[in-house]
């Protein structure tokens, strides 16, 4: 059985930055980070493959976001500068564990496995 851990949320004033950090127990091929705000669905933010070869993120996140992954230390992260308060929501580390694919997956179906989140407040 898979664990996610998700850390290092919290408040952040418009334009500054804060690294999440998804640590992981257990196997994990491709991973991801979703968001999900207060009367909104979850939504995609950024993923990345098992090898952490190819990345891939959501329009609005692209230049801002970047994710990044360290398999020795079965680490995830996710670096978000210049945050606006439109992305203040709780955000998740998310893993596939049972078998390796292609291309990370873009929807939250083509994981298997979730931490609890992280709260991110961006304020003005």
């Known amino acids: 059985q898979v664990q996610l851990v998700e850390s290092g949320g919290g408040l952040v004033q418009a334009g500054g930055s804060l690294r999440l950090s998804c640590a992981a127990s257990g196997r994990t091929f491709s991973m991801g980070w979703f968001r999900q705000a207060p009367g909104k669905e979850r939504e995609f933010v950024a993923a990345?493959?098992?090898?952490?070869?190819?990345?891939h993120y959501q329009d609005s996140v692209k230049g801002r976001f970047t994710i990044s992954r360290d398999n020795a230390k079965n680490m995830l992260y996710l670096q978000m500068n210049s945050l606006k308060p439109e992305k203040t929501a709780v955000y998740s580390c998310a893993a596939v564990t049972s078998h390796p694919s292609w291309q990370p997956s873009l929807m939250p179906a083509g994981y298997d496995h979730w931490g609890q989140g992280t709260q991110v407040t961006v304020s003005s």
């Open positions: 990345i493959s098992w090898s952490g070869g190819s990345t």
